[in-house]
């Protein structure tokens, strides 16, 4: 059974950083490409960052040269490293298995002074 736990989420001022995690159970992390999404507030659920298998990444405009994705495939755990924060990027993130349809709970995060 595929499970995904995010953490890390919290409050943080314009221009902060914060890390999140997600961990991930139930399947081969090596073997699969990992997403992040984010929900905001009123708005539709939309993707934001993308690592292959082979550690290959890929970024929605609005997060690239801000947020980093990585993964520590002995750990069973993907990372977003979140920098330059905006008030825009306040949402709850979610990790997902891209090939598998389980969603974890999300993580909120809130960009404000």
């Known amino acids: 059974q595929v499970q995904l736990v995010e953490s890390g989420g919290g409050l943080v001022q314009p221009g902060g950083s914060l890390r999140l995690s997600c961990a991930a159970s139930?399947?081969?992390?090596?073997?699969?490409?990992m997403a992040w999404y984010r929900q905001a507030p009123g708005k539709q659920r939309e993707w934001v960052a993308l690592?292959?298998?082979?550690?290959?990444?890929n970024y929605a405009d609005s997060v690239k040269d801000r947020f980093t994705i990585s993964r520590d495939n002995a750990k069973n755990t993907v990372f977003l490293q979140m920098n330059s924060l905006k008030s825009e990027d306040t949402a709850v993130y979610y990790c997902?298995?891209?090939?598998?349809?389980?969603w974890g709970q999300g993580t909120q995060v809130t960009v404000s002074s």
């Open positions: 997902k298995a891209v090939r598998f349809e389980s």
């Open positions: 139930g399947f081969i992390l090596s073997n699969n490409p």
């Open positions: 690592i292959s298998s082979l550690g290959a990444t």
